[in-house]
């Protein structure tokens, strides 16, 4: 795990282990929640999954390496029991109303409840919900593809940047001796910003073209990527994030970094006709640009395209491997 990096972040590797195993609820067992369910399952912990609908053994395939893992598998939250140490939230944003009932039966005033999901207002949704317990909002960097319904490919990253504070620390041992690592940040507006940036340019224009992100090393659409991001550093600036410029380049960098065959969660929605988070992305900017008159005219036209689409059913066909 990366400790004392700059910017005010902290690993937690130099704690020490939670006192017990944890029990820990995964509502949503897509592509973000296999990989933390089978992160906590392997730190030691019992964890249960929380799906819509019956499934078996959870395989997570990272570099080439199959787990498979037989977890708890709650279909209704009603034959569930006391409430868990952790619940964590992994359902795309606009699901999130839909895991009310996982919340009532599971949150209780000792539990943490994380959200994992892509966005800088991740309080505002989940808070409504959320009666008693304590609310975690992570910033997700591990990119990872349901290839079928019970086996999510690993595709980059092993990152949850949290706000600093005890359950973020606590959020750090949990995943102790797993892929995943933790990192706290003192500055969580900013962190949250800079993330939006990552999904900002990647998750609309690999949706939009039906292709993965290899396509942004192609210099006219980095050319718009830099672009898209360019507005979003000023209207970030503007919401309070102390984004600076080149933040701009650090997001085309890690871009560069990823395989160019990973795709983006935008994208493996369009593909199979689920509603895209295209209102928590670049509709999170053109709102908070309209609130501090910003202009922001080609995240405006991205928007407009992802809206588009946005009613249109599953587009059956698969993008092309490899770059471009
Ligand atoms: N995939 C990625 O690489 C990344 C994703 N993110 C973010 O993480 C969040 C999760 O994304 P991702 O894992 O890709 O999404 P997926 O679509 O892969 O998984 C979402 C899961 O939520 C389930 N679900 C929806 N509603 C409920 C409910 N009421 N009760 C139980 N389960 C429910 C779905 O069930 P069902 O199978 O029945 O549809 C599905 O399994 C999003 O905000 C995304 O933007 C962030 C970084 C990277
Ligand atoms: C960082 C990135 C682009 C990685 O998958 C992501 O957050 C997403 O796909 O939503």
Not at 14 to 27: F, N
Not at 34 to 42: L, N
Not at 201 to 209: E, I, M, R
């Amino acid at each position: 795990m990366t400790e004392s990096t700059t910017g005010g972040l902290t690993g937690a590797s130099g704690l020490e282990p939670l006192e017990r195993p944890q029990r820990v609820a995964v509502v949503g067992a897509g592509a973000i929640g296999g990989i933390v369910a089978e992160a906590a399952h392997t730190a030691g912990h019992h964890v249960t999954l929380c799906v819509r609908r019956p499934m078996g053994p959870l395989t997570v395939e990272r570099d080439g390496l199959r787990r498979t893992v037989r977890l708890p598998v709650a279909t209704r939250p009603d034959g569930l029991g006391a409430p868990v140490d952790w619940l964590l939230i992994a359902t795309k944003a606009q699901d999130t109303r839909r895991t009310l009932g996982w919340i009532r039966r599971l949150a209780g005033p000792g539990t943490r409840v994380v959200v994992l999901q892509n966005g800088v207002d991740h309080e505002e949704r989940l808070a409504p919900l959320l009666a008693v317990g304590e609310l975690v909002p992570a910033l997700v960097y591990i990119a990872a593809e349901r290839v079928s319904r019970e086996h999510v490919q690993h595709r980059w990253g092993r990152r949850l940047v949290v706000p600093s504070g005890p359950a973020g620390a606590d959020l750090g041992r949990l995943f102790r001796g797993s892929d995943v690592d933790v990192v706290c940040e003192d500055d969580f507006t900013t962190a949250a910003w800079r993330k939006l940036m990552t999904n900002l340019a990647a998750n609309p224009l690999t949706a939009l073209t039906l292709r993965r992100i290899g396509v942004l090393q192609q210099p006219d659409l980095r050319e718009l990527a830099r672009g898209l991001l360019t507005e979003a550093v000023l209207v970030g600036r503007a919401e309070g994030a102390r984004l600076v410029m080149s933040d701009v380049d650090q997001t085309l960098d890690l871009y560069s970094a990823m395989h160019p065959h990973s795709g983006t969660s935008m994208l493996y929605d369009r593909l199979a006709g689920r509603p895209v988070e295209h209102d928590l992305i670049t509709g999170a900017v053109v709102r908070a640009a309209d609130r501090h008159e910003v202009p922001v005219p080609l995240n405006r036209a991205v928007l407009a395209l992802l809206r588009a689409f946005g009613e249109q059913g599953a587009v059956g066909v698969q993008p092309l491997a490899g770059v471009g």
